[in-house]
């Protein structure tokens, strides 16, 4: 079980699931443009909830497949491709000229981006 967070301000939806022998662990994060936490809040949410899935999942013999989503606005993510070996798939902009919209993973060759209509 992958724990919630104590804080009411943060807002992750944390999935955990099993399906044909993987475990997927999939985050939607939503960090608001001008939040009313510091950012080292949610990093610390991010790193609680990967922490507990990978502790729970890496010993199992399972496969793993880990995402995180959402709409990090102004919110640097690099860290979790540092730490947590994720690639972030989102290579275009998502609003404006910039990339709001992110998306992390460990199995980026599954990941079918489709051009923006």
């Known amino acids: 079980m992958i724990p919630?967070?104590?804080s009411s301000d943060i807002d992750i939806l944390w999935l955990h699931l099993l399906y044909e022998q993987i475990s997927y662990c999939i985050a939607c994060v939503y960090h608001p443009f001008?939040?009313?936490?510091?950012?080292?809040?949610?990093t610390d949410a991010v790193v609680t909830?990967?922490?507990?899935?990978l502790a729970t999942n890496c010993n199992s013999g399972i496969g793993s497949t880990i995402?995180?989503?959402?709409?990090?606005?102004?919110?640097?993510?690099?860290?979790?491709?540092?730490?947590?070996?994720?690639?972030?798939?989102?290579?275009?902009v998502t609003h404006g000229s910039n990339i709001l919209d992110q998306v992390y993973t460990n199995r980026s060759?599954?990941?079918?981006?489709?051009?923006r209509v």
């Open 4 to 6: 919630c967070q104590s």
């Open 34 to 42: 001008r939040p009313r936490y510091q950012p080292q809040a949610l």
């Open 49 to 53: 909830g990967l922490d507990s899935f």
């Open 67 to 92: 995402f995180i989503a959402g709409d990090f606005n102004s919110y640097d993510g690099s860290w979790i491709e540092t730490q947590y070996g994720l690639v972030q798939v989102v290579d275009a």
């Open 109 to 115: 060759y599954t990941m079918q981006l489709f051009p």
